[in-house]
């Protein structure tokens, strides 16, 4: 089965409003499956939507009504959370942090999600990060949208 996973920059565009959202929305509206995410990526997007609302980029009621979307799109279906072997997924960062990061730069959420990737599998990686989906192309990943 095609697994299509998420990373935060294309939650944020999906449940936020950036330069990305209409490309994040238009892509989602097109899936018949669940989007999967992991609990990391749901952390760092609550942290993400808080930490905008605290920089006044979005107002506080903005990242709490982003927030009640996410919850709502998971208890739905429309998206799902990965069990992750966190030992496995640390693991595997370390080996994409050795081979790519002196040359690529590769901040370490980053690697976190590619490595969450590879383990569990999937076959699509959903980013606008385009360091983030250099290093997703880098090692195998078709990146989307």
């Known amino acids: 089965m095609a697994i299509s996973i998420a990373d935060t920059s294309f939650l944020f565009s ?8 209409a490309s994040a929305r238009a892509w989602g509206s097109k899936r018949n499956r669940p989007v999967t995410i992991t609990a990391l990526s749901r952390y760092e997007l609550g942290h993400a939507l808080r930490f905008a609302a605290f ?5 506080p009621t903005d990242a709490l009504a982003s927030l009640a979307a996410l919850e709502a799109d998971l208890q739905a279906s429309y998206l799902q959370i990965a069990p992750c072997d966190f030992p496995a997924i ?8 050795d081979r790519y990061t002196l040359t690529g730069g590769h901040r370490s959420f980053d690697i976190l999600h590619v490595a969450t990737a590879r ?3 999937a ?4 980013s606008f990060d385009a360091n983030q989906r250099k290093l997703a192309s880098a090692v195998g990943l078709t990146v989307a949208p």
């Open 119 to 121: 383990i569990i599998k």
């Open 90 to 97: 640390i693991e595997e960062a370390r080996r994409l942090s």
């Open 123 to 126: 076959t699509a990686f959903l």
């Open 14 to 21: 999906l449940y936020g409003n950036d330069t990305h959202t």
């Open 55 to 59: 920089r006044k980029v979005i107002s």
